[in-house]
């Protein structure tokens, strides 16, 4: 069985800090992928980023970084220069394939309060 | 439109009665799930349709779940003799599956806020 931990409930910070929002995986299979959601007030779903398990390289998008780590099995998700709109419950997602079927296994989300 | 459609947004009723949730997924989206999200969870999966095959329905919390999709296209979630404790957001959620390869993100729809009176 597949498990997502997400340790931190809550993180509230001061605009333009950076925060890290951390993701600790358990899987027995070789090949999966991890997924880093977000969902504003709003309540809708939004898809941030994919990792394989074989690719470990870091990666970066604008204000966005993830650290994928296999000997730790965490996948973490850094905020620089936060800001007031990145304020939102963050979930970290693992999936491995069956016969096609990728069902995801959420954790229980990391409510993130950016005060201005 | 090009993103998943669930209606309704809010549903409304008493307790015994029955449910239909409806999921249009993305165009060409072979692959089709449904979660269920409760207030502070994270979404929790239900089943999984591949075209119109349901090939897994292991989430499903009882026999008063039951899910279809005849065409491989819309899908309908219908909850019988609806419980206080069925109170919570359903979510769906498409891939393009198939040939396209694994890994590629689940978009979700906005979801359907069940509330039982």
């Known amino acids: 069985a597949q498990k997502v931990t997400q340790a931190q409930t809550e993180i509230s910070v001061v605009e333009k800090e950076d925060v890290t929002l951390d993701c600790v995986y358990e899987t027995r299979d070789t090949t999966y992928y991890l997924f880093w959601y977000k969902q504003p007030p709003s309540g809708e779903l939004v898809f941030l980023i994919r990792r394989n398990s074989f690719d470990e390289q870091n990666e970066i998008s604008g204000r966005y970084s993830w650290n994928f780590q296999k000997s730790t099995s965490s996948f973490n998700f850094t905020i620089t220069a936060s800001q007031v709109v990145d304020s939102a419950v963050y979930f970290c997602?693992?999936?491995?394939?069956?016969?096609?079927?990728?069902?995801?296994?959420f954790g229980t989300g990391t409510r993130l309060t950016i005060i201005p | 439109g090009a993103g998943v459609s669930q209606s309704p947004r809010y549903k409304v009723t008493k307790r015994g009665q029955d449910v239909a949730l409806r999921c249009d997924p993305i165009?060409?989206?072979?692959?089709l799930y449904w979660y269920r999200q409760a207030l502070g969870q994270g979404p929790e999966f239900l089943t999984y349709f591949n075209y119109e095959a349901q090939q897994d329905k292991s989430g499903l919390p009882n026999d008063r779940f039951s899910a279809e999709r005849p065409e491989g296209s819309i899908s309908t979630l219908t909850i019988q003799r609806t419980e206080q404790r069925d109170s919570a957001m359903y979510r769906c959620?498409?891939?393009?599956?198939?040939?396209?390869?694994?890994?590629?993100?689940?978009?979700f729809g906005d979801g359907t806020r069940l509330s039982i009176l």
């Open positions: 959620a498409s891939s393009p599956g198939g040939a396209k390869g694994f890994g590629q993100p689940q978009h």
């Open positions: 165009s060409g989206h072979v692959s």
């Open positions: 997602a693992l999936s491995v394939a069956f016969f096609g079927n990728e069902k995801l296994t």
